[in-house]
């Protein structure tokens, strides 16, 4: 049974950092991509960042390049996510999911974990 755990999450002023912790179980975590999603209030769900087995490829939505890196400890079946530069639109329950980018949909909710609300606000 895949099991994905989210914590990290919370309230935050504008400009501030937060770093999202995601530990893993129940499947090979070191061979399979690993994405981060969000869903804002009233919104569907937006694909925020993946990474590649081995962490050597990431990739990220345009919403939040150059302020959050996607990393990987796959000793410690652990995914990151460090979100600096945090804007009031960056408020969302984050979501550590197994699979790619087109993970980010209801369809595959399943695959996701209970998620972690981070909350950007002065």
């Known amino acids: 049974e895949v099991q994905l755990v989210e914590s990290g999450g919370g309230l935050v002023q504008p400009g501030g950092s937060l770093r999202l912790s995601c530990a893993a179980s129940?499947?090979?975590?070191?061979?399979?991509?690993m994405s981060w999603v969000r869903q804002a209030p009233g919104k569907g769900p937006e694909w925020v960042s993946t990474?590649?087995?081995?962490?050597?490829?990431?990739t990220y939505a345009d919403s939040v390049k150059g302020r959050f890196t996607i990393s990987r400890d796959n000793a410690k079946r652990t995914l990151y996510l460090q979100m600096n530069s945090l804007k009031p639109e960056d408020t969302a329950v984050y979501y550590c999911?197994?699979?790619?980018?087109?993970?980010?949909?209801?369809?595959?909710?399943?695959?996701w974990g209970q998620g972690t609300q981070v909350t950007v606000s002065s």
């Open positions: 129940g499947f090979s975590f070191s061979t399979n991509v």
């Open positions: 990474i590649t087995y081995g962490g050597g490829t990431t």
């Open positions: 999911a197994k699979g790619g980018s087109g993970i980010a949909t209801m369809s595959f909710r399943a695959y």
